[in-house]
């Protein structure tokens, strides 16, 4: 069974810090790779997504992939109040397409 | 923009009475999901539907049923809740299961 492990548990920046958080996943052969991030009393947004080696720009987010080492990174550029956050990392296990594994998420709060 | 609709937001109630919860959503998404979230955050899925047939059922106590009328509704029925039951459950959709959108949840309590 699919095993999704982040880290840290919590992080506070100060505004404008790039941040990083980490996700080492079971399954070398899982699919897709997914970020999402929640604020209180909301449900999950999905942020970003990776499926191939490498790495995958979207704005102020950047997300690694190496399968090799099974882990995954999503990284924050110029962090803003309003980034503050748990973001949970999500993964497509080869077992199954029609389910997520979910991490058990890292709370961010970025203070000005 | 709220996408995937969830009634009611909260639900308090007593050990062994029974709920339901309603899901729909707008998107025209043929995929739709139920997941728990316990009180540190943790999402498991719970049941999966695709075109009104159930494709994922997770290890859930029996008294959790899910239940659907047509790919844009999903319902989850507990007869007899156990205070172990208070969580937030979110109902998600997808299309072909890719990108899992999410509803805001409806937090239960079982006093």
């Known amino acids: 069974q699919e095993k999704v492990q982040q880290s840290p548990e919590s992080l506070i920046v100060p505004e404008g810090a790039m941040v990083s958080l980490n996700c080492s996943f079971s399954d070398s052969a899982s699919q897709s790779i997914w970020w999402y991030q929640q604020h209180p009393g909301k449900g999950p947004k999905a942020l970003i997504s990776i499926f191939s080696n490498g790495n995958k720009k979207e704005g102020r987010l950047t997300v690694y992939l190496n399968r090799a080492s099974l882990h995954v990174s999503l990284h924050i550029k110029d962090s803003q109040p309003s980034d503050s956050a748990v973001y949970l990392c999500?993964?497509?296990?080869?077992?199954?397409?029609?389910?997520?594994?979910f991490g058990q998420g890292t709370s961010l709060s970025v203070v000005p | 923009e709220t996408a995937v609709f969830q009634t009611p937001n909260y639900h308090v109630t007593q050990v062994g009475n029974e709920v339901s919860f309603n899901c729909k959503q707008t998107l025209g998404h043929d995929t739709m999901y139920w997941y728990k979230q316990d009180s540190k955050k943790l999402l498991k899925i719970m049941f999966s539907y695709n075109n009104k047939q159930l494709i994922v059922n997770e290890t859930v106590p029996r008294r959790f049923s899910p239940q659907s009328s047509d790919k844009a509704h999903l319902n989850l029925r507990i007869k007899s809740v156990e205070p172990e039951d208070s969580a937030v459950y979110l109902c998600a959709s997808s299309l072909q299961g890719l990108g899992q959108y999410f509803g805001p949840g409806t937090r239960l309590t079982v006093l």
């Open positions: 999500a993964v497509n296990p080869s077992s199954s397409f029609s389910k997520l594994v």
